[in-house]
């Protein structure tokens, strides 16, 4: 297959693959990307005492950049400490802070502390001046309320893995956030989700794997990598009705954009 094209992955967990019986190491995940055409990943934490190990694990890597954040399921895994959050994310190859947000979807218990988390990531991603990664599950108006209400237009950011409805999409869309297409997107039963990706302004989708979550058809249920997003860029090129060279070098320029990339 070529790999003329130049696809960013804008999510994945490399520090969350499988490297003791499906990948030799970090680097051969890479170049499995690379022969697809994926040409840099942007590899987020979902906490912050795992964030020296993925740092570690990509430092030799100069096509992978990092986020670092806590996920809103990762609450309660270790006391949030703003100030070393705050020290991580002004390293020069953190390009985003997050991936934070709401999800009331798996543990509604611990709502006032995600709100509480995700207001302090809010204000650090301002303060950085870094844009955001958003999750968010079953907590549409609240992740709404916290952005709008937190001035989070003046980081900007992605909702990530975006599975919502196109009144969502809109609203983030009006505060200058991205949307950000995961390999739900071809499943049978997304017909709303693509729905949503025809309306989305190409100058604001990002493609992304989500690995080693959500592999796209044809590899659904197996462990998902970042050479799957070709399968991602592929599809919504379809939908959208442009080439996939098109959507490459769209998505690209707008994950260039959205993280200030020099790539």
């Keep these: 297959m070529s790999n003329n094209l130049f696809i960013i992955d804008s999510h994945c967990h ?10 030799k190491d970090v680097d051969e995940v890479i170049e499995n990307a690379k022969n697809r055409g994926v040409q840099h990943l942007i590899s987020i934490c979902t906490t912050i005492g795992r964030f020296e190990a993925m740092k570690q694990l990509t430092a030799h890597r100069s096509d992978v950049s ?15 400490d703003y100030e070393k959050l ?18 009331y ?62 009144n ?12 950000s297409i995961s390999g739900i997107i071809t499943f049978r039963n997304a017909e709303e989700l693509r ?22 058809i044809p590899y659904r249920g197996k462990p998902n990598q970042p050479a ?9 090129a379809t939908l959208k009705g442009i080439s996939v060279e098109q959507m490459a070098e769209i998505t690209t320029q707008n994950v260039q954009r959205l993280f200030n990339l020099k790539l």
């Design 14 to 23: 490399l520090d969350s693959l499988d490297y003791e019986t499906r990948h």
């Design 168 to 179: 969502m999409a809109k609203r983030a869309l009006d505060i200058g956030f991205y949307i």
């Design 86 to 103: 705050l020290a991580y994310v002004q390293d020069p190859r953190v390009v985003a802070v997050g991936e934070t947000g709401l999800d």
């Design 105 to 166: 979807h798996y543990t509604p218990e611990t709502k006032a502390l995600q709100q509480s988390l995700f207001e302090q990531q809010i204000e650090i991603a301002k303060q950085v001046k870094k844009p955001l990664v958003i999750h968010t599950r079953s907590a549409r108006e609240d992740t709404m309320h916290f952005l709008e209400k937190g001035n989070a237009q003046d980081c900007g950011g992605v909702l990530h893995c975006f599975t919502e409805d196109w």
């Design 195 to 216: 729905d949503v990706a025809r309306k989305v302004p190409l100058d604001r989708l990002l493609v992304e794997t989500d690995s080693p979550y959500l592999a796209p």
């Design 228 to 236: 799957y997003v070709r399968e991602v860029c592929e599809y919504l």
């Design 66 to 80: 990092l986020s670092c954040g806590v996920h809103p399921l990762n609450v309660e895994d270790e006391p949030f």
